[in-house]
């Protein structure tokens, strides 16, 4: 397989960010290009201004295309904010051909598990199958080629707002690219920084981004819950800058200089001097001082994923404790903060498993979510097993560009079971 490229476009609430990558035998995934711009458009994680961030995708885009030599055409883009609800359903069917299970009884059983009521605003973001059972045998991964006649699925289901995934593809289109997926950006950061094992035993991912702090929670290498919190690092610099009386880039300077996510009783403490506005006289404040205005807020934010994760019904099943990564967890001691609140183990994870190129520029927890789309796109076996193929997914005025989206999605599944 020689390098097709794919591009993950992460539309954060502080920046944007497009990571294009290909996969080759050798060096595995190489990271070709990355480009950041900052936005303005969005308003915790959904996006409440067209013209700034087609914008900031332009500025983005473009400059990951120049670093990497490409045009870019089509991007897999990430989807959050708290409108984004996930629940468990279950489908069952029963086979018709000689007992044999083929894929096209899973994806019949799959959309069996899609017939659940649902408010007209909201659609089916990702059906993610948790298990099969075959004829009562449970715990089943993958049933085709199995025998069987009764053939039922426990599945994770993802829905958004259809009108906040139809202002993604508005933006991503008017800045003249096409989107070939959309993906519930937890996921995405759970496939760039989990590892196998970590999902294995039970672990919980936390991002802390600037507008939202989203959750996704595994065991036995399955996705167990996902959710999105609308309080995040942007609460932070606030209370910062209502705190001291700062302008916003001062407060955001300061935390990212001097943050810290808890006293730290061993060391000396600091007087940190800050220049006053408009000719005024400068300010100081104690490194801890400035500490005590961070730490209760980023205890609320844990608090508030401790709520999700244990709302998830998994929170005693974190064998592997919490990951946190997203760029509000770069404030130092986040992780042992972590700790003490959700009294499991904690680490700040980053973007990993990547092969060669760019690989330092995007090796930064703010990457994680952007990294995360780019693997997701570049495994087919994720697509095969969460895709769910509904032509009418974002059906409506914008059946256009829906049509662009599942097609993505048929033509890469059928590659794939080419190359089978
Ligand atoms: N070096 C740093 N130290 C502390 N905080 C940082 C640092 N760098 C970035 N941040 C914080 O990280 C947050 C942005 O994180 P990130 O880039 O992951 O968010 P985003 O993807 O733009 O937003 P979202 O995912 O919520 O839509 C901001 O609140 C910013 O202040
Ligand atoms: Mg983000």
């Not at 045998?137 to 039922?152: F, K």
């Not at 959750?215 to 399955?222: G, L």
């Not at 256009?400 to 999605?409: E, K, P």
Request: hydrophobic share 40%; with cysteine; net charge negative.
């Amino acid at each position: 397989m020689d390098g097709e490229i794919v591009v993950g476009l992460d539309i954060g609430t502080t920046k944007v960010c497009a990571v294009v990558a290909a996969e080759d035998e050798l060096e595995g995934i190489n990271i070709l290009g990355v480009g950041i711009a900052s936005s303005e458009g969005l308003n915790r994680g959904v996006v409440v201004n067209i013209d700034k961030t087609v914008s900031a995708i332009r500025e983005a885009i473009g400059k990951a295309e120049r670093a990497a030599g490409v045009t870019v055409e089509n991007v897999i883009v990430g989807i959050a904010g708290d409108h984004v609800q996930s629940f468990q359903s279950r489908g069952v069917i029963t086979t018709h051909r000689d007992g044999v299970i083929t894929q096209h009884d899973v994806q019949r059983l799959l959309e069996d598990t899609t017939h659940v009521a649902m408010p007209a605003d909201r659609k089916i973001l990702h059906v993610l199958p948790q298990e099969y059972i075959v004829d009562g045998q449970d715990g089943v991964v993958d049933p085709v080629g199995m025998s069987g006649v009764r053939l039922e699925a426990n599945v994770h289901i993802v829905t958004g707002l259809v009108s906040a995934a139809r202002n993604i593809y508005r933006c991503v289109e008017k800045a003249g690219y096409s989107v070939a997926d959309i993906v519930l950006e937890p996921l995405a950061s759970s496939y760039s920084v989990l590892h196998q094992d970590e999902k294995e035993v039970g672990v919980a991912l936390i991002d802390i981004g600037g507008g939202t702090t989203d959750i996704a929670v595994f065991e036995d290498n399955t996705i167990r819950h996902t959710g999105v919190i609308a309080v995040a690092g942007t609460k932070v610099t606030d209370d910062i800058r209502k705190g001291l009386g700062l302008m916003r880039d001062q407060a955001e300077q300061l935390k990212r200089q001097f943050g810290l996510a808890l006293v730290d009783v061993n060391q000396p403490d600091e007087v940190i001097s800050i220049p006053g506005i408009g000719g005024r006289q400068e300010k100081t404040i104690s490194r801890s001082a400035l500490s005590q205005i961070i730490q209760p807020r980023l205890e609320e934010i844990l608090e508030i994923a401790g709520i999700e994760i244990k709302r998830s019904g998994y929170a005693r099943h974190l064998g592997a404790g919490v990951v946190l990564t997203g760029g509000g967890s770069l404030i130092p001691g986040t992780a042992q903060l972590a700790a003490e609140v959700l009294g499991v183990e904690a680490r700040v994870g980053l973007p990993t498993g990547l092969g060669g190129g760019m690989v330092k520029e995007v090796s930064d927890p703010k990457y994680s979510t952007a990294v995360g789309l780019v693997l997701y796109g570049l495994n087919p076996e994720v697509i095969r097993r969460e895709f769910l193929d509904t032509n009418e997914k974002w059906t409506g005025q914008q059946g256009q560009l829906d049509d662009s989206g599942s097609r993505g999605i048929v033509e890469r599944m059928t590659r794939w079971f080419q190359e089978l």
